[in-house]
């Protein structure tokens, strides 16, 4: 849950500029677990 706040408040901060920028997300969970897959689906909506 932590990551997925540290990734919000990094998107609310680059929103404003028009620079691009890389998001790394670190998650403890293994693959398959929901706040995983929801990280990815994130990730590949940024792209």
Known sequence: ????????????????????????VAEAQPAGYPTVMALQHMGDKLK
């Open 1 to 24: 849950m932590d990551a997925c706040l540290s990734v919000s408040a990094a998107l609310g901060l680059s929103a404003t500029s028009t620079s691009a920028k890389v998001l790394k």
